[in-house]
C-alpha cells in the first residue's frame, strides 16, 4: 500500500515566520503535489513536481516555494508567513505512468498562522 | 481549460435512501474523471475514476458512477446510503500540461446521512 506521510498534522506559526511543510512517499513515485483546501473552494494546486529537482507553479503559487532534493520527498516552504495562508495543506504522490493512475494524498497538515 | 462544477455543497440523505452526487465537466479533450472521498480528519482516497471504455463505473464501497458525453456529467451514485457514507466528496478531471498530468477538483460535496 502507498503511504504518503506528512510530518505535522497541526502546525501554528507566527506572521512572519518561515515554514516547512514536509511530505515523504514510500513508493517511488516520480510526481509530487501539493495542494491546499479550504470550505467552499475545495482543493486547489499550490506546486507540483514531475521528478528529482523538478518543480512547476500550480494555480495558486504566490507566497510559496517547493523543494524536491531527492525523490520520496517534497517539501512546501511559506517564506514568510500570513494569515491568508490558515489552512489544510495536501500533499499527494502517483506514478508517472498513463494519464489514469490516481493521487495518493496525505492525511493533510493543519496550518493556523496568527 | 478542463474545469468541474458540483452542484450542492451540502446533500442529506436518510439511510438507506439513493445517494446522487452531481458533477459536471468541461474539457476540450477527452476527459479523465475520478471521484474522491475524504473522510473527517484524514487525506482523500479514490473511489473509482473512467478513463476509456465502459461508461459505467463501479468503485469502491458500492458506489458508481457514469460518463454521459453528451450531458458533459459524472454523477456519482449509491442505491442505499449508509451512515459510514457521510464524509466529502470531489469530483476531478485530469489536465495535461505538457510535463505532467495534474487533477483540477471541485469544490466538494458534503454527504450527511441521518436516521
Known amino acids: 500500500d502507498v503511504k504518503v506521510t506528512q510530518s505535522s498534522r497541526y502546525l501554528v506559526k507566527r506572521t512572519g515566520e518561515k515554514v516547512f511543510l514536509e511530505c515523504v512517499q514510500d513508493?517511488?513515485?516520480?510526481?509530487m503535489f501539493w495542494y491546499r483546501q479550504d470550505p467552499g473552494l475545495g482543493l486547489r494546486l499550490i506546486y507540483f513536481s514531475y521528478d528529482v529537482k523538478m518543480k512547476e507553479k500550480g494555480d495558486i503559487p504566490e507566497g510559496y516555494s517547493v523543494s524536491r532534493e531527492k525523490k520520496e520527498r517534497f517539501s512546501l516552504i511559506l517564506e514568510s508567513a500570513s494569515t491568508n495562508q490558515t489552512s489544510m495543506y495536501l500533499c499527494a504522490s502517483r506514478i508517472n505512468r498513463g494519464n489514469n493512475s490516481p493521487l495518493h494524498f496525505g492525511n493533510g497538515t493543519r496550518l493556523t498562522v496568527t | 481549460a478542463q474545469s468541474v462544477t458540483q452542484l450542492g455543497s451540502h446533500v442529506s440523505v436518510s439511510e438507506g435512501a439513493l445517494v446522487l452526487l452531481r458533477c459536471n465537466y468541461s474539457s476540450s479533450v477527452p476527459p479523465y474523471l475520478f471521484w474522491y472521498v475524504q473522510y473527517p480528519n484524514q487525506g482523500l482516497q479514490l473511489l473509482l475514476k473512467?478513463?476509456?471504455?465502459?461508461?459505467l463505473v463501479k468503485g469502491i464501497n458500492g458506489f458508481e458512477a457514469e460518463f454521459k458525453k453528451s450531458e458533459t456529467s459524472f454523477h456519482l451514485t449509491k442505491p442505499s446510503a449508509h451512515m459510514s457514507d457521510a464524509a466529502e466528496y470531489f469530483c476531478a478531471v485530469r489536465t495535461n500540461t505538457g510535463t505532467a498530468s495534474k487533477l483540477t477538483f471541485g469544490t466538494g460535496t458534503r454527504l450527511q446521512v441521518t436516521l
Open positions: 473512467y478513463t476509456t471504455g465502459a461508461t
Open positions: 513508493m517511488d513515485h516520480e510526481n
